[in-house]
């Protein structure tokens, strides 16, 4: 088995196990406390990333900047989108809601085309034809 | 439309806004630590909900500790992640090869929670998770 490959099966399956540890919380607590539960963990883990760090770059500082506000923006955007999601597993069921949401790469190709000037790939544009019909199919 | 439907759509519009702002993080800084910034972005988010909301502390020990383990789980999902591609794994094939999680959460949704699917839902879930796989690549 190739060496890179146990990683990414751990990181498959604790993925995997999010999916199924957020549904059952969902549905004991608030989206508003599962957020505010789910940063002490997170940032546990972003501490042992940081420790660990091998930052090589030598960008400019106001490249980092610019890096920095923009991996913040992610965080903020991200936690808004974990209550959401949290909000849709307190009513729907996981095994739909956790594929679905996993499609939200298509939305970040939308935005792509519209603010980066990027183009969509054949194989791109296959999987958002399939996330449009696995929407109807699964929301109707 | 259902109302699930509908935070599953504005989950994508979040979380679809994340692929940008990620993208231009890192074209600045080591994937590393734009996660480490992703994750310190959760202090003043968390902060102000916990003064905005009134936050009832009600909950018992275990379904707390379950809570708090969602933040570890994610950390320890996306840890890996980092290590699979600095061992060499291409991302063509790594970040593809994890957009499969979906999959292992229905399974174990099917076993542990009840949940079950009628065939039209098999058939979006599948598509859900092929449509995924193929998104995820650049």
Do not use: C
Not at chain 1, 68 to 94: D, P, Q, S
């Amino acid at each position: 088995m190739a060496y890179w490959l146990w990683p990414a099966l751990v990181s498959l399956g604790v993925f995997g196990l999010w999916g199924l540890q957020s549904k059952v919380v969902s549905e004991r607590i608030s989206p508003t406390m599962n957020q505010i539960l789910t940063t002490p963990g997170l940032l546990a883990m972003a501490l042992l990333l940081w420790l660990r760090r091998e930052e090589s770059s030598q960008s400019l500082a106001t490249h980092r900047i610019v890096g920095i506000g923009n991996a913040f923006l992610t965080g903020v955007l991200g936690a808004v989108g974990n209550m959401t999601f949290y909000e849709a597993l307190r009513h729907g069921k996981a095994a739909i809601v956790v594929p679905l949401t996993t499609l939200y790469p298509m939305v970040t190709l939308a935005l792509a085309v519209v603010f980066l000037g990027e183009k969509i790939k054949a194989r791109q544009w296959t999987g958002i034809l399939l996330a449009l019909i696995a929407i109807l199919i699964l929301g109707g | 439309m259902p109302y699930w439907l509908l935070m599953v759509l504005v989950t994508l519009i979040f979380w679809g806004g994340t692929g940008i702002t990620q993208k231009l993080a890192t074209n600045h800084l080591s994937s590393r630590l734009a996660f480490v910034w992703y994750a310190i972005a959760f202090i003043p988010v968390s902060s102000g909900l916990l003064f905005a909301s009134q936050v009832k502390w009600d909950y018992s020990i275990g379904t707390t500790a379950l809570a708090l383990s969602g933040g570890l789980l994610l950390g320890l999902a996306t840890l890996p992640l980092f290590v699979a591609l600095e061992r060499g794994g291409k991302a063509s094939i790594v970040v593809p090869l994890v957009a499969l999680y979906p999959l292992l959460t229905v399974l174990l949704a099917l076993a542990f929670l009840g949940e079950q699917l009628g065939s039209r839902q098999w058939l979006g879930v599948f598509l859900a998770i092929v449509a995924g796989v193929l998104l995820s690549q650049e």
